[in-house]
Every structure is written in structure tokens, then in C-alpha cells.
């Protein structure tokens, strides 16, 4: 099987995608309001105490890493990127599982498609996307839904929070009534603040380390709230009724759009993926008919022409129906 054909046509299609995203993308507004809400925090709050204060933590609070842990953020890009996601999936997953389950997933993929006869270079390529797209993606999963469910259940313990603050509670009381009193992910996390709070961390830098962990707006705007209030005063149970009402109403705005959308979605993705099926099942059934594309160079190039299209055609439905809040 000639080879260069076959690596020069993925390089050029790698290449084209790339081109295609850098033409589409535009300025995102998720890291503009990102940048928007880390310099008023950093106007807020205290550079280097909150700096001193975090070290001390990590020595008491720390959790050493094993030897696998260790091995593979060697080994894997970005490690502590990828730290920070797994701790906002909830989950005690650690880097050197993930490592393990990537490295499994690609020698699994790898060995069954050399079992169905697979072209070696054709079997190694999809192995390694598949090994490392499908744990990624699997996390990936696992933090929208711990968000969605955090962000629903968020407004209830602002309320929460509210009627603490009315009946005369202390704020730091209150949040440990909400971390005992709400399930969920909600109350996980204000039992950490509360926790955090007990051995000595101020309540700013305890919500700040929340914030960054779970990386959602509400709760940023949550907490900014709360530091403007603490410098300037003023009725703390009003602004944050105020900011309940408000997340609500944005809960709402987000469910409404992702209705209005859902048709096209699933239009997208049937569309999208009958192809991929139709020559997955004809491969089971039939792979010498199916084999003369990674053989014949016309077909390769027909198949990479058609993934590109196909691929453009994918990201311009998926900027045309997502909407920023």
C-alpha cells in the first residue's frame, strides 16, 4: 500500500481544517467575559496574601501523587489542564487513571482493527484518536452534566442563603446550613467552602478556589457579589435575591434556545453520521469491497474531499446554532 500518497492527503486535510477554523472561529465570548470577570475579581481581592494563603493549603490539604500519577503527567500533554478537568467532574479520578484507560483504549481500537485486516498506518491513526478523543470526551460529558446540574440547583441555595441572611445568620453559618441542606453538586461544594472556611481560609479565597474549579459564570458572578459587597456594604440578602432572580431568568433564556435549536441539532447529527455508519456496517459485512479506499489513491482522495466538506459543512451548522447568554 503506498504510503505517501495516503499521509500527504490526512496532512492536507489536517491542514484545510485548521484553515477552516481560524477563518470561522471569531472572538469568543466565553473568554472575553472569562478575562471580563478574572480582572474584577483580581481588583478585589488580595494578590499576595490569597497567594501565601493557597501555598499553606496545598501542604495541608494536598494529596500526594503516586507513581503513575506522576508517569503519566510526564507523559500526557497539558497535565495540568487536564488535572483541572478531572477535579470538575466531582469524581476522584486521577491523571494516571486517565492515562491508563487512553493508553487501553488505543491497544484495544488498535487490535481489533488489525484483527479485521486493517492497513497498519490506517489502524494506528484511528486508534489514536479514538484512544484519546474518547476519554476526553467521556470527561468532557461527565463536567457538563455535573454544570447543568449545579446551575439548576444554584438559585434554590441563593435563596437559601437569602432567608439565612433575614433571619439574622451570619453568611459563613449560612452556607454551611446550604451545604448540609441542598443535594447535589450545589451542596458538595458549599460544604467544601465551608470546610475550607473551618480550618482557616478566609470566605473570599475559599469561594475564589470554587469558582476556578468549576469555571461557570453563576457562580463567579456569585462571588463577585459577594466581594463588592464586603468593600462598598449595602444589603447583602437584597443583591443576592437580585442575583437569583437574575440567574433564573438566564436559566430560562438558555432552555428556551436549546428548544428552538433542537430540531436542527438532530437534523445535524443523523445527517452527519449516516455516512460514517452506512461504511462501518458495509466494512463488517464486506471488507474487501470496502478495502479498495485505503488502497486506490482516487478514493482516498475522493473519502478525504468528502470528510473536509462534510466536516465544513459540521462547523458552520454548529456556529449558526450556538448562542451566547
Do not use: C
Not at 470538575?88 to 481489533?112: F, I, N, P
Not at 456569585?222 to 456594604?233: L, N, P
Not at 455516512?275 to 471488507?287: K, R
Request: glycine residues 10%; charged residues 20%; positive net charge.
Amino acid at each position: 500500500m503506498p504510503l505517501v500518497p495516503l499521509i500527504s492527503v490526512v496532512l492536507g486535510a489536517g491542514f484545510m481544517l485548521l484553515l477552516v477554523f481560524f477563518a470561522f472561529a471569531g472572538p469568543n465570548a466565553e473568554k472575553a467575559q472569562s478575562r471580563r470577570l478574572t480582572s474584577l475579581k483580581e481588583r478585589h481581592s488580595g494578590a499576595a496574601s490569597e497567594a501565601a494563603m493557597a501555598a499553606q493549603m496545598r501542604r495541608i490539604t494536598g494529596k500526594r501523587d503516586s507513581n503513575m500519577d506522576s508517569a503519566m503527567m510526564r507523559l500526557l500533554p497539558r497535565p495540568a489542564l487536564l488535572k483541572k478537568r478531572l477535579a470538575m467532574t466531582g469524581k476522584s479520578w486521577t491523571v494516571g487513571q486517565y492515562g491508563m484507560v487512553t493508553v487501553g483504549a488505543m491497544a484495544l481500537v488498535g487490535g481489533l482493527l488489525a484483527l479485521r485486516g486493517a492497513p497498519i498506518l490506517v489502524s494506528l491513526l484511528i486508534s489514536v484518536v479514538i484512544g484519546a478523543g474518547l476519554p476526553h470526551f467521556w470527561v468532557g460529558r461527565t463536567i457538563k452534566k455535573r454544570i447543568a446540574k449545579f446551575n439548576a440547583k444554584f438559585p434554590d441555595a441563593i435563596e437559601l442563603l437569602v432567608r439565612g441572611l433575614r433571619s439574622g445568620l451570619p453568611i459563613s453559618e449560612t452556607m454551611a446550613v446550604v451545604g448540609a441542606e441542598v443535594p447535589g453538586p450545589v451542596g458538595e461544594e458549599f460544604r467544601a467552602v465551608s470546610d475550607k472556611m473551618k480550618i482557616g481560609r478566609t470566605m473570599d479565597a475559599a469561594l475564589q478556589d470554587t469558582a476556578d474549579r468549576l469555571g461557570t459564570p453563576e457562580f463567579q458572578f456569585f462571588v463577585i457579589s459577594i466581594a463588592i459587597q464586603r468593600e462598598t456594604g449595602g444589603n447583602l440578602a437584597e443583591t443576592l435575591a437580585n442575583l437569583a432572580t437574575v440567574l433564573r431568568g438566564r436559566s430560562q433564556m438558555k432552555l428556551k434556545i436549546k428548544a428552538m435549536a433542537s430540531e436542527s441539532k438532530a437534523s445535524a447529527y443523523i445527517v452527519g453520521s449516516l455516512p460514517f455508519i452506512v461504511f462501518g456496517l458495509i466494512m463488517w459485512i464486506s471488507p474487501g469491497y470496502m478495502g479498495n479506499f485505503f488502497v486506490d489513491q482516487r478514493l482516498i482522495v475522493a473519502g478525504a474531499g468528502g470528510m473536509i466538506w462534510m466536516g465544513l459543512g459540521a462547523f458552520i451548522m454548529a456556529k449558526m446554532i450556538n448562542f451566547e447568554i
